[in-house]
């Protein structure tokens, strides 16, 4: 949509099946309710309401027979420039934070996804203003901690490397000469 930074949509629907993505995503609901199930923790969502979805992370939403949802993709690698993601997990929601940066960062979506809807050929330049004052935004006033996947994924690997090592050294030890 604007270059290889960001991708937006808005739907009436749901996940029929859990989802992961590479990029994070931005959730925004405009209208109805919806439940969204992250891992195992599950989040009511009413009008106006946002969170971030962390790369990789498995998530569904169900939305009401009225619910409609934005999403908003950022490129992983490009916002990598800007927030260090690789063993990092964001964690910013319409409920944590000052109230102060919940509003702006509310109204700054607001503002994203109606030039998104409006004329977008006209409005390309402004979306992608706003997009930077949201990733400042991200950066500036969001919690960015260790990512518990990524540690426990990359201890998961380190066990089977190491286990792979023993399994080669034994061969190596004990084979004939």
Not at 29 to 35: R, S
Not at 115 to 143: H, P, Q, T
Request: proline content about 2%; charged content about 30%; aromatic content about 10%.
């Amino acid at each position: 949509m604007f270059g290889s930074l960001v991708r937006l949509e808005i739907s009436d629907e749901g996940s029929r099946v859990p989802e992961s993505h590479r990029d994070p995503c931005i959730l925004f609901l405009f209208q109805g309710k919806a439940e969204v199930t992250v891992g195992n923790h599950h989040v009511a969502m009413n009008p106006e309401d946002y969170m971030v979805i962390n790369s990789f992370e498995i998530y569904s939403v169900s939305l009401s027979d009225e619910g409609l949802l934005g999403r908003l993709h950022m490129n992983y690698a490009e916002l990598s420039d800007y927030l260090d993601l690789a063993e990092n997990d964001i964690r910013c929601s319409a409920y944590a934070g000052n109230r102060e940066m919940r509003e702006r960062f509310r109204r700054r979506l607001k503002q994203i996804f109606s030039y998104y809807e409006g004329r977008r050929g006209e409005n390309a330049s402004r979306v992608m203003a706003l997009y930077f004052e949201l990733l400042y935004d991200l950066r500036m006033n969001c919690m960015v901690k260790k990512s518990e996947r990524i540690v426990a994924r990359r201890n998961d690997d380190a066990a089977v490397e190491e286990t792979i090592r023993r399994f080669l050294d034994c061969l190596l030890y004990t084979s004939p000469s």
